[in-house]
Every structure is written in structure tokens, then in C-alpha cells.
């Protein structure tokens, strides 16, 4: 998992870092931290980290002699999800996914994007196995999912701060969430 986490980072690094030096390319890393909650439960349920790379797909149409922009892009979204529950259940989960989207604003940046993914891990459950004796058992879950993002940032050229609502729509364990957020690479 560490290296898998090792290599994201480095792809998405030399995604801002490879950029043309076209006017209109704009690529960016966002990094952050943040709640979720589950389906299956009341409150939040756990802590997320979020890694995504967004790679802009803006092009400049002329029409009618006018210059219009379309903010379009596609992002490649990680996030690490530790759900520490009490004391007989815990859980690990990734969510995997490609994502397209549409921007609006340069300073004050909203989006919007959902793609398709893959939501993977396990919980840990520990139950008393007779006479006394504790055990546990580990139940893995795999399933394909829709993830969406709602985002809302403050940009300068190459720095963004921002907070990003998500959702998880899977059939095993669908989740929603926040996360404060840090945006690094060509911007606006």
C-alpha cells in the first residue's frame, strides 16, 4: 500500500511538472485531510486523506469573434480512508477513481466532477470465541463505485486553498465527507 501511495505521488508531481507552455494548460496536485461518514452509521465515522491530480482539458473556441473558455478536466482522485470504530470493529479503505469535471471562476474556484472507481478494504472485527477466547476475523469488500466532488477554492497562480465535499456511491459502503485542502501546480 506504501508503495502504491509512493508511486501516486510522484505520477501526480510529474503531471504539474510536465506541463507545455501553453497559455491555457493548467494542471494542479490537491493534498488534503478530512472526515467521513458511512452509509451504516450515525455521525462521522472516520478520518480521510486525499490525493488527486487534475489535469485541465481548457481550450479556447472562437465563435462569433468571441473568445469563450471551457473549463473542463480530468482528475485522478486517491483517497485513504481509516474508520477506527470501538473497540470490536475497525476499518481500512482506498477509493480509487477517474473523475471529469467542470470549473467555474479563476480566484474563487467552484467545481464539480464524478467519474467511475473503485472502493477496496477490510474491517476488522473482533468477536469472543468460546470458551473466552477473543479472535478476529477480517472481511474485505471490492466494489465499483461513482465518486463526485464539490469543490470550493481560493487560487492565486500557483497556490490554492479550498474545501472539497465528497461522495463514494457504491453498493457495499457508500460514503460522504469533507476535506480541507492544499492545491499546488498551474492553477489559474
Known amino acids: 500500500m506504501r508503495n502504491l501511495l509512493t508511486l501516486i505521488f510522484f ?3 510529474s503531471v504539474v511538472y510536465s506541463q507545455t507552455t501553453g497559455r491555457h494548460n493548467y494542471n494542479w496536485v490537491s493534498l488534503g485531510a478530512g472526515l467521513f461518514h458511512e452509509s451504516s452509521s450515525t455521525g462521522f465515522s472516520g478520518f480521510s486523506l486525499y490525493l488527486s491530480s487534475d489535469n485541465s482539458l481548457e481550450r479556447i473556441s472562437k465563435k462569433d469573434d468571441e473568445l469563450k473558455k471551457r473549463n473542463h ?20 479503505f482506498y477509493d480509487v477513481g ?10 474563487f ?17 473482533v468477536k469472543l470465541i468460546p470458551p ?23 487560487c492565486t497562480k500557483w497556490v ?6 465528497f461522495a463514494n456511491l457504491n453498493s457495499k459502503e457508500s460514503m460522504t465527507g469533507f476535506i480541507v485542502k492544499i492545491e499546488l501546480g498551474k492553477i489559474r
Open 98 to 107: 477517474i473523475l471529469y469535471g467542470k470549473s467555474y471562476g479563476e480566484v
Open 109 to 125: 474556484k467552484a467545481s464539480f466532477s464524478g467519474g467511475i472507481g473503485v472502493l477496496g478494504g477490510k474491517y476488522d472485527v
Open 73 to 92: 478536466y480530468l482528475k485522478f482522485r486517491f483517497m485513504g480512508h481509516l474508520r477506527p470504530g470501538d473497540e470490536h470493529t475497525w476499518g481500512q
Open 11 to 13: 505520477l501526480s508531481f
Open 160 to 165: 490554492g486553498f479550498g474545501i472539497t465535499g
Open 132 to 154: 473466552g477466547v477473543m479472535g478476529t476475523t477480517t472481511e474485505r469488500i471490492t466494489a465499483f463505485n461513482i465518486p463526485l466532488d464539490l469543490n470550493l477554492s481560493v
